[in-house]
């Protein structure tokens, strides 16, 4: 089961030599590859902190960034020689906003480092999908369709910028059919059902964590220590998307970190800036969403189109895989950021070369200053 929790199809050695971005010496905690981390959500992106307009229970602003996008399966470049996948269009929501943390959720080994009335972040993602179908290529008629809806949920509780977005408490819940091998000739071999919930406890320095794995009657725990022995920002599988959303957003910056999932263990990975632009169509589309009255994340002009940086994720080690890439607003200007760094699309290959599914985004919900 490690494959189900690594960072989405994220697999390729980055085999260059890296420049930290904005890191002369050692970091905050002591690591020399400490990430330079920044509020990209709010309009200065150098406040470090968590404002009261981001806190959940606030009446004068929305509290939280509620962004829905549309998932789309391309299956063009699907590389796997005896069966494929076809995903209906999905549907993948996320819900970013700060909160008074609940320290009961953590793992009572752990519970009594945590203050009380802590202000944490805490983000939430839903992936559903209406229908998947599995397909011998040697024989088309051996079909396995599943209409019964594919959903995926995470969520997950961290710190502010300061501190680095270090990961306190993260869940997993996994209720879908999932491919199962890379090659087979047997069309019950191609999936496997999977129900299942994995809740992450760690320490509040973030040296250790705690993991219970429920499937049906069945439970298991996962242990793992010196998870600071790592020089690079740790950060928890479930919030990788607000780090990347952190990070020093150019067209050439380069940031390592590690990156902890409950059973893939705690890998580093590299993300890259480039200026690979979105297609035309696509950059209308999010132009249009983030000029909408309510929102003001860009406004349009004659001369000028939305500015956007390609962040590219692989593995950082030897065996080379897949990158998956994000595509974020660009931050043009610092104390007056705009776009707040929306994440605009993500694009995110599948295991076992069944092509890719592509997350666009549709609406915003959001007064977030």
């Not at 509620?66 to 993948?92: C, I, L, M, P, Q």
């Not at 869940?171 to 199962?180: A, R």
């Not at 049906?216 to 990347?244: H, M, P, Q, W």
Request: proline share 2%; charged share 20%; with cysteine.
């Amino acid at each position: 089961m490690k494959k189900r929790f690594g960072v989405a199809a994220v697999a390729v050695a980055a085999g260059c030599a890296v420049i930290f971005a904005g890191c002369n010496g050692c970091g905050a905690n002591g690591k020399a590859n400490e990430a330079a981390f920044s509020s990209n959500w709010y309009a200065d992106t150098n406040f470090r902190y968590i404002q009261p307009t981001f806190t959940q229970g606030n009446t004068e602003y929305k509290d939280s960034e509620e962004v829905t996008y549309t998932v789309k399966h391309d299956r063009e470049g699907a590389a796997n020689s005896t069966y494929s996948v076809e995903y209906g269009d999905g549907t993948y929501k996320t819900s970013f906003y700060a909160t008074t943390f609940d320290k009961t959720l953590i793992d009572e080994e752990f519970r009594g480092e945590y203050a009380d009335n802590l202000t944490v972040y805490y983000y939430e993602t839903a992936l559903s999908f209406p229908s998947v179908t599995f397909k011998m290529k040697n024989d088309e008629s051996k079909v396995a369709e599943f209409k019964d809806g594919e959903n995926t949920v995470t969520k997950c509780y961290f710190t502010n910028v300061d501190s680095h977005l270090r990961p306190l408490y993260s869940e997993i819940t996994t209720q879908c059919h999932l491919p199962k091998e890379f090659q087979t000739n047997v069309l019950e071999e191609t999936y496997e059902y999977v129900n299942q919930t994995v809740k992450t406890s760690y320490k509040y320095d973030g040296s250790a964590a705690k993991s219970v794995i429920s499937e049906g009657d069945e439970t298991t725990v996962k242990t793992a220590d010196k998870l600071n022995d790592t020089d690079n920002s740790l950060i928890d599988v479930c919030g990788l998307n607000i780090a990347v959303r952190a990070m020093q957003l150019s067209t050439s910056f380069t940031q390592v970190i590690s990156v902890y999932s409950p059973a893939g263990k705690m890998q580093n990975y590299a993300f890259t800036g480039s200026s690979a632009a979105l297609g035309d169509d696509e950059r209308k589309t999010v132009e249009g969403i983030l000029a909408a009255d309510d929102l003001k994340l860009y406004t349009p002009a004659e001369d000028k189109t939305l500015s956007t940086v390609c962040v590219t994720a692989t593995l950082n080690a030897d065996m080379k895989g897949v990158s998956q890439q994000y595509w974020f607003a660009a931050v043009d200007n610092a104390k007056n950021n705009t776009g707040r760094a929306t994440m605009v699309k993500m694009s995110v290959p599948l295991t076992f070369g069944l092509g890719t599914l592509n997350y666009s985004l549709k609406s915003i919900d959001s007064t977030v200053y």
